[in-house]
């Protein structure tokens, strides 16, 4: 059985990951980072997620916060989403997903595993450069040979589907998705109308399921979905 | 005046690195690391550096021994040197590089520097794969890619010198090799048996320099090569 090591942030696409690693019968480590983050709800999900599978989960402390810049672990307001937004959001923490690949690589040494998954994608994502695949394949590249392992591998199975097709894919591996939290504000009930719950509430619609998360308020869109639904049932 | 980021540990290398951004007019922000290093006499080093030079320096506090799987932060001895070796040393924190890197990248956005410069070597090296030019060519371009910035380079300016020439190099730009510290041992003097001892006092050797360092003990060659000096002077 190989050795992963999944990056879990807690929300809906790391744990379709988690999913996807589980039906294919790796042995799997579950990576968390507590980086300072205002929605330390996800710390929580992560441990449900783990506790749920069963598996090995290492939270790494780090506090980015140190470095500052973003809205996700400072105190600027986080901004309402706007799915058509072309500008890289302020909820940005440079390059993180650099910086948690390279800790996971450190890991991957230590428990002799060969894979490291995440939930990176580049179909339904805000913009952050350090999601693209061009990036990916290139910090695999890097780890490499930092590490002289050319056997280790990043792989972002969820890297070119759509946020539909990514929770088609989670509901069909029986994915725990009620344990999940994807908004940024981080409060009891997800907000219904950041950028994050926007997509997942989009993705949900498109896949044509419900989601089992309590939120605050939904957006049109999704009301108009229920709606429908409720009548198609009838 | 481009801003730089130079990877200061403290060390005879990236002090050297400094002696030459500052000769070449960069304005520096020098990046420290507290990683939970056994030898925490680099810090002090790298700040009474930091204060020579006049310039910023930020610390960075990231706990490794977290991690754990080496001598240098973790309780195992470290290994007595022998230059000959050829294996990967115990004193390495599997691909530290690659996480200074993304930490400095991290930084580099919010300081608006193009540049990261680091002391790393390829030549008297402890055979680190994250000192490798291949690593670092590679990491520059995960960099570029994953904060979206195709200026931003990873200069290496002693990549190629042995440490002869780059101890020549620092002398010649009056680098403080006074305030460095290099022993892996981090006690007061320098034990003058370690890996990284032996690379700095050969390399003093091979500059027909004398280094400024004080030691607990030298090792033979250097003593002959003593002996010889004061046998020329005369």
Same mark, same amino acid.
């Given at each position: ?16 990951v988690?999913?996807?690693a ?12 507590d ?14 997620i783990?506790?749920?599978y ?16 973003s ?11 706007k ?8 909820t940005y923490?440079p *390059?993180?997903?650099?910086?948690? @690949?390279? =800790?996971? %690589?450190?890991?991957?040494? $230590?428990?002799?595993?060969?894979? #490291?998954? /995440? ?6 994502y ?19 040979? *930092?590490?002289?392992?050319?056997d @280790?591998? =990043?792989? %972002?199975?969820?890297?070119? $589907?759509?946020?539909?097709?990514? #929770?088609? /894919? ?12 994807s ?23 498109? %896949? ?19 709606r ?7």
């Amino acid at each position: 059985m190989d050795n992963a090591i999944i990056l879990m942030s807690g929300g809906l696409d790391s744990t379709t990951v988690l999913s996807f690693a589980k039906k294919n019968g790796y042995n799997i480590t579950g990576l968390s980072f507590d980086y300072g983050q205002r929605h330390r709800r996800e710390l929580e999900s992560s441990k449900k997620i783990a506790d749920f599978y069963g598996i090995q989960r290492i939270v790494f402390k780090i506090d980015l916060r140190q470095i500052g810049g973003s809205s996700l672990t400072g105190d600027e307001a986080v901004e309402i989403g706007k799915l058509e937004r072309k500008e890289i959001p302020n909820t940005y923490v440079p *390059g993180r997903n650099i910086l948690f @690949l390279s =800790i996971a %690589a450190a890991y991957s040494e $230590l428990l002799d595993a060969r894979t #490291i998954m /995440m939930g990176v994608n580049s179909v339904d994502y805000s913009g952050y450069p350090d999601c693209r695949p061009n990036f990916i394949s290139s910090m695999e590249q890097s780890l490499q040979h *930092g590490l002289d392992r050319s056997d @280790l591998k =990043i792989m %972002a199975p969820l890297q070119y $589907l759509n946020k539909g097709e990514i #929770i088609t /894919m989670g509901i069909k591996n029986n994915a725990p998705y009620e344990l999940t939290y994807s908004c940024y504000n981080g409060r009891e009930k997800a907000c219904g109308r950041c950028d994050s719950c926007l997509l997942r509430l989009r993705g949900f619609m498109d %896949a044509g399921e419900i989601d089992p998360t309590p939120y605050e308020t939904y957006p049109d869109f999704y009301i108009d979905y229920l709606r429908n639904l409720k009548k198609y049932k009838k």
